[in-house]
């Protein structure tokens, strides 16, 4: 989740006022029951919300806070709902819808990830679709959802827009991360994909180690972490005007999050840095490609981590291995399409992912 009111939005920001907004959810996991959180982290003001429910294919269920359904988010907050007894199957789709009452300060959304939301006038929780609704690209407000988690793998897959989704058909479930699930026996990862996110400076979101605490750890039962992470330090500074980071810059960086991992009682596997120089003539500077080269030798083979997936060598072209693959490529020559999500996904490991 962004603040919306930062520099660089690849979103809408927007607020609600007595609107309703319906978001589906795509699940990693299922069970019985689940939790729905809220955040007001970016809000300037209190955050009302007057009316919530979920479905699923099983029926719909209201969603309450401390018993009651109207409930107000404190700016910098988030809540977690009371447990809703309904049974949600991983692969499927949750539906939260919220209703606005009152005028509300730009929410913290997540702003490219390749899910439409629904937003329509008053009151329409109990609604299972919202006819006649704007349809926006977003989600805004729900940070997540807790499913009680059995003894196995659960990962967060910690990155940026390649694991977000960006450049993937929105709506479709076709994301890296998705195409990941579905190779699972068991277990499952929870996107925590922010497009534009660094590991090492803030813009997009808190840059990596800054966030790890905030994002990563909070999760229940987790084992493990997936790390996709590194082009927005490369692309990036060039739009800012600020200094293009070393290879032992990122080095660095990429150490510090394998000790947070560690520290944590976390198993930490990392992708290598996907080509990206069909972005444009800043994306293809000796200086960035050279960096990009170094830093994924040494990933590669630093033994600094507990897995590693080439992602850079799985999508090239082998050609030109500093360009994606062009069957590979969603048109902007720096994210993947469908096939390259799911060529992305492929490339791991998942022996990586045994507990």
Do not use: C
């Not at 729905?36 to 300037?44: F, K, S």
């Not at 959304?109 to 609704?133: K, V």
């Not at 739009?239 to 070393?246: F, R, S, Y």
Request: proline fraction near 6%; hydrophobic fraction near 40%; charge should be negative.
């Amino acid at each position: 989740m962004i603040d919306p009111h930062g520099l660089l939005q690849f979103g809408e920001p927007r607020g609600f006022a007595d609107q309703t907004l319906s978001q589906p959810l795509h699940m990693a996991g299922g069970g019985d029951a689940f939790r729905v959180r809220l955040t007001n982290l970016y809000g300037r003001s209190p955050l009302t919300i007057g009316a919530a429910t979920a479905s699923t294919g099983g029926g719909q269920r209201a969603v309450t806070f401390g018993g009651a359904g109207r409930v107000v988010v404190a700016p910098g907050e988030e809540i977690v709902s009371d447990q809703v007894d309904l049974a949600v199957a991983g692969g499927s789709d949750l539906v939260v819808n919220l209703y606005f009452p009152d005028k509300t300060d730009l929410a913290t959304y997540s702003h490219r990830p390749a899910e439409i939301a629904r937003i329509a006038g008053g009151d329409r929780t109990h609604s299972h679709r919202l006819a006649g609704a704007e349809l926006v690209e977003g989600r805004y407000v729900v940070s997540g959802v807790d499913v009680p988690a059995p003894d196995t793998m659960v990962a967060a897959a910690f990155g940026d827009s390649w694991f977000e989704g960006v450049g993937t058909t929105p709506g479709a479930n076709r994301r890296s991360v998705d195409f990941i699930n579905r190779r699972l026996a068991q277990g499952w990862v929870v996107n925590l994909g922010i497009a534009g996110n660094r590991l090492l400076r803030d813009e997009v979101g808190p840059h990596a180690l800054a966030r790890f605490d905030r994002d990563v750890l909070p999760i229940p039962a987790l084992t493990h972490v997936l790390v996709n992470l590194g082009i927005n330090d490369l692309v990036l500074p060039s739009e800012l005007g600020e200094a293009l980071p070393t290879a032992g810059d990122l080095i660095a960086g990429y150490t510090a999050l394998a000790g947070q991992a560690r520290q944590a009682g976390l198993r930490i596997v990392v992708a290598t840095i996907g080509p990206f120089a069909g972005a444009g003539p800043d994306a293809r500077t000796p200086e960035v490609i050279g960096t990009r080269r170094e830093v994924n030798e040494w990933i590669r083979t630093a033994g600094v981590f507990d897995g590693v997936f080439d992602v850079a060598r799985a999508v090239a072209d082998p050609a030109r291995p500093d360009y994606i693959r062009h069957a590979y490529d969603s048109g902007d020559g720096i994210h993947l399409n469908d096939i390259g999500a799911e060529v992305m996904a492929e490339a791991l490991d998942l022996r990586h992912l045994t507990r």
